[in-house]
T-cell receptor
Framework: GAGVSQTPSNKVTEKGKYVELRCDPISGHTALYWYRQSLGQGPEFLIYFQGTGAADDSGLPNDRFFAVRPEGSVSTLKIQRTERGDSAVYLC???????????????FGPGTRLTVL | AQSVSQHNHHVILSEAASLELGCNYSYGGTVNLFWYVQYPGQHLQLLLKYFSGDPLVKGIKGFEAEFIKSKFSFNLRKPSVQWSDTAEYFCAVNGPSGGYQKVTFGTGTKLQVIP
């Protein structure tokens, strides 16, 4: 389909391990966002890419979290030394443009459910 | 920093009842406001949005929301709910803080419609 896709849909890992979560935005969308949604909460902003560059990473909780978008399309969220508190659904979204007043629609993917044991 | 509060965490209604979900935001400048919906097993999707102009905004599936600037509110309404409206609803805002790219979501309201 033409929507935002995320892989894997579920990821179970052990505390201390490294994980990578992938997001494939809608083709042609220049802006890409990562959010984290913990149980009973709304999505929480993590990082935003405009093209290949991280325009705002102020939502990343600490330096164990890192994200890349090397070719301005697919993005990978990387979490080092995972902790139980990292368990959440990680959502990706994309928008056609990443500038201006953000009036165009943000399209969300299905999310990756990360469980850290 | 901008923030959003949703007053009801869980709402249960019978079919044909009227719905109003409260949303208040904290930012005093020019903001854009959104309601998103997440149906069971589906992605978050946009229900409606307000940027400027008429403060009464109409969205998909018969939903509407009214922006009241003096009250910093953007309540979601529907005159007559259906069982298929059972979902979780999120209010969200973006503003100059973060260059309009950082969207802040409320904690969500779970709506259960009983047939």
């Amino acid at each position: 389909g033409a929507g935002v896709s995320q892989t894997p849909s579920n990821k179970v890992t052990e505390k201390g391990k490294y994980v990578e979560l992938r997001c494939d935005p809608i083709s042609g969308h220049t802006a890409l966002y990562w959010y984290r949604q913990s149980l009973g909460q709304g999505p929480e902003f993590l990082i935003y890419f405009q093209g290949t560059g991280a325009a705002d990473d102020s939502g990343l909780p600490n330096d164990r979290f890192f994200a890349v978008r090397p070719e301005g399309s697919v993005s990978t969220l990387k979490i080092q030394r995972t902790e139980r508190g990292d368990s959440a659904v990680y959502l990706c979204a994309s928008r056609r443009k990443g500038t201006g007043l953000a009036t165009d629609t943000q399209y969300f993917g299905p999310g990756t459910r990360l469980t850290v044991l | 920093a901008q923030s959003v509060s949703q007053h009801n965490h869980h709402v249960i209604l019978s079919e044909a009842a009227s719905l109003e979900l409260g949303c208040n935001y904290s930012y005093g400048g020019t903001v854009n406001l959104f309601w998103y919906v997440q149906y069971p097993g589906q992605h978050l999707q946009l229900l409606l949005k307000y940027f400027s102009g008429d403060p009464l905004v109409k969205g998909i599936k018969g939903f509407e929301a009214e922006f009241i600037k003096s009250k910093f509110s953007f309540n979601l309404r529907k005159p007559s709910v259906q069982w298929s409206d059972t979902a979780e609803y999120f209010c969200a805002v973006n503003g100059p803080s973060g260059g309009y790219q950082k969207v802040t979501f409320g904690t969500g309201t779970k709506l259960q419609v009983i047939p």
